[in-house]
């Protein structure tokens, strides 16, 4: 084991204050591939919280060759994320709640065997079943065909694999662990738009982080657009559960969504023939544009928030797909810095936005998993702090027609 | 070996009344694949015929990662497959015969290199060689694009790597080998099919049998389509092979077609400029809805026979692809719920059939390698009998445009 | 190391006079793939000019499971092909001079991560880094969609990973090496091209030879189009560094390069909204046929030049594409067959040829690194010689419209 920790272990440096180790698991540029890896905070002999990463090549169907980093900790959260899917995160649990859904794809497919032009550019959902896909960043929202050009659903950065992945653990307790990928969306007179994503979290701890840095590394401008798709469901979405958010204005998405926008923030038992609604939001940020969105079960004892800063993210779509169970019974939370429009929607209303040649742009948003009725209310209590006196505004008519 | 044989084996169990072992190949769930790997009847001291079953690898160009699993019976028949290819059957061999063809395409493509949509749809022509094709089960017919969605020639199932696969052997004599294969059709909000393809042979035995096993496993009514493209060529077609089935009707699948109505079931030998005729056939079937089509050579010493049940698979197409070697001097016996249409024009004219939530369907298919004169004319007395004094009516006019 | 020796080398054989001895790197007719090799003049105790040859596999990101072969020679040239891109090649360097340029697409792209059809038919710009690139065979230019058919950019060659890779090396000094690779472009009822890709290489030597065999392996004529796009960049691209070329007629692209007629031949600096500008040339050759190309850096002590054979290849592109930096400051001498119009304007104006059945043809270009003032000079004098009394026609309107 020693010879192993040897042989991965790329350094022990200083960032800022905190010493830490990092290993380096994948990496294009000198061609490294660790593949079946493993660590342990036994082996690193670290002390504190008991925690372990893994990582495991999969095998079967059209996962053939896809690899999953799962983070264990005893007594906080098992995360579950795909390098080779965007880094996307499938699955968290911890206390016995799940933080994620049932898909029909029950397979971490290998970008390699998805089209997403299929299906008049839909093919992104032969893939999907992540707890969290980043939609982006060269177009975010549903597919539309512009000159010939399909910009297919959600984007093509969950389906592309990272080629950097590491892996650093903060020598000093609480020994906090993040997992590093680097997406490339690099296209020859395209786009070169490159995004390091970061998964922080803290062993035994009952949230963790993501933190993502765009840059525009081409020497032009360019417009990008990101929606970080969070999807829930059982055992905390349920009959009667509510979707919770400060908020200056609800709107439909479309005229289906109309329909349910009365009781838009409450959800149905699954419901056949329901599919799925989708409600814009804007936020209500607190002085510092920070903000919070959650999805509580009935009881008011679990759940799950989002933090998130509306300077980065100003926009928040709720996705209300409490269809049947094996249809896919699932909430989404989405901050972005779009609604899910197409792209020429979004663009022609003004939302989409740009990086100068070398300018970078991040996102931060930590995901907690709620599990009891103190850490509800909690949260319910900071949304009715951000909310105030404010009255959410409910705009009936969709505000654009795909 | 013994370890292997203990490593690779999940169980002995009692299936029916007769004990048998099994070993799993792949499996996405558990992530297990067993890459190369091989057993024989001298390693399981089974007794009786000689046989052995072995998964390769492959390697090379458009075929890298593909696998084949080859079952190899002394006395019987080598019968060829690829899991990464939709459980397809690439060749059998018995008896200095051969069910297959030479397509000009000479690798067993891995579908990651394959893009369906391409060239207008006909995408799946990059890796088509198989003596037998699952053409569904979504849609099976030529290409046509409708609200932007291109459904694409033969459907996707061909190209969906297996995501289980086992090898099971009974214990008892005759040791019969079955070969599963699950396929998953699963898309979010599309479909939720998933079919365990079965093959089952009998060491030392000229027939084997197809036996799948079709699942809605959703929550809502899905419509399916399945035809089995089963391909043969040389030594069995030639100038005078004859095609031969109890049949109700005929007619031409288009214009060109019908210009070879006259000599429709005789074939020609390789004959530059053919290009394929195609013609729908309604097959006749005892009281118990069971058939049979075959292909048989000049001289009627050799052919390979289909039969099927007539409620599975009600209709049957007559591919006659006399075109040169090299093009592809092939016959297609393929019978289907469908004929070869666009899944539009199937709709229209009634033949797509639909599952239930749930719901599961199968398919019976027994292919056998007629190596003599006695086993040819069996099959024509079979022929013969079911037919008794019904006419064919020949239809002239082609029933649909494409 | 004498074990991989005999256990990969296959055969010392007798080929005219010279006997050699060769490794089978790759094969998917036997299966074979030798994955990381490596052999060196110290191994082969071959004495002369000191050489290395090496095959890796490749990781990360969309590179993931592409094999790229290195000749190294210590006095004369390192090479770099990738036999998953189509044995297109990367990067040459030596004595401080490098072939090649610097792509927003860093990482050698697995086709299997690639959609052709993407973007309207551009997706090839995913994975487009090369120092050549084999634009072709059944089709070659600019994409168009023709009867709901998409020809993708620069056709299908470069994504298509090499059926066998073989390397050469002659017994006796100077020890030519020779990399060789079969790419089949096969399709059912489409095409059957397949050609022996060969790049020849004396250690030592500043000079290396492309030499691919195309047979069209079908019972039918078969159009075929092919431009070698070979793309050169700093040190040798700079501002006034200069294109010659024995010419008979120079034609702009379109609209955009017409605006560039005057200065066609001389480069800027690296330009920001320059974007590319592309012209046609009809090369004039000698009474062989035989002509050459060069890119020479201001001072005239660095170049790059392509001699190749006007019977073979009678067009010319130059391609100036003289962005910033991070865009791709790179041009392009691009012999070809064709100019760079879709398909459609190439057969509309009879530049597109066919190989009747069986048939092959050849292509032979032999790429100069110029690394001083005399080798300039030498490329210089040969491109006088050619032009001799001929005056270059400049039309000034562009023969085509896209």
């Known amino acids: 084991m020693k010879k192993i920790l040897l042989a991965t272990m790329i350094t022990a440096f ?21 593949g079946n890896w493993h660590i342990s ?50 699955h968290v649990n911890g206390h016995g709640v799940r933080l994620g859904w049932d898909s029909p794809v029950d397979e971490v497919v290998n970008p390699a065997y998805i089209n997403l032009e299929s299906r008049n550019g839909v093919g992104w959902l032969e893939g999907f079943n992540e707890m969290m896909v980043r939609c982006g960043f060269e177009w975010t929202g549903h597919p539309v065909t512009k ?40 296209t020859f007179k395209k786009a070169k738009l490159e995004t390091w994503t970061e998964l922080r ?99 008011g004892d679990k759940g799950a928030s989002i933090e998130f800063d509306t300077h980065q993210l100003p926009r928040l779509t709720m996705w209300k797909n409490t269809d049947t169970l094996k249809q896919g019974y699932v909430t989404g939370i989405e901050p972005g810095t779009n609604y899910a429009y197409p792209v020429t929607i979004e663009k022609e209303q003004g939302r989409v936005k740009q990086l100068q040649p070398g300018q970078s742009t991040e996102f931060t948003l930590t995901y907690s998993l709620l599990k009891d009725a103190a850490a509800v209310q909690k949260v319910e209590q900071r949304v009715k702090d951000i909310q105030g006196e404010t009255t959410t505004s409910v705009v009936e008519k969709p505000i654009a027609v795909e």
């Open 41 to 90: 905070s036994e082996q690193l002999k670290s002390g504190g919280e008991n925690f372990s990463i893994e990582q495991k090549v999969l095998h079967g169907g059209k996962q053939e060759g896809s690899k999953v980093i799962t983070i264990t900790s005893k007594n906080g959260l098992t995360i579950a994320l795909s390098p080779t899917r965007g880094m996307g995160l499938l």
């Open 147 to 186: 000159d010939g050009v399909i910009y297919t659903l959600h984007g093509k950065a969950e389906n592309t694999p990272a080629s950097k992945v590491e892996v650093i653990v903060d020598d000093k307790a609480p020994h906090e662990i993040r997992v590093r990928g680097l997406l490339k969306e690099n």
């Open 201 to 299: 979290y803290v062993p035994g701890s009952d949230s963790f982080t993501i933190h993502d840095v765009l840059t525009n590394q081409s020497d032009y401008a360019h417009d990008y657009q990101i929606i970080y798709h969070s999807n829930f469901s059982t055992p905390i979405l349920e009959e009667n559960a509510r979707f919770i958010a400060p908020l200056k204005e609800v709107s439909p998405f479309n005229d289906y969504a109309k329909q349910g926008l009365e009781h838009w923030s409450t959800y149905s038992a699954p419901t056949k023939d329901f599919d799925e609604m989708v409600f814009n939001l804007v936020p209500l940020a607190d002085s510092n544009g920070k903000t919070i969105a959650a999805v509580l079960n009935s009881k």
């Open 14 to 34: 200083l960032s800022g204050q905190v010493a830490a180790k990092t290993w380096l698991l994948t990496d294009a540029e000198s061609s490294t591939e660790q």
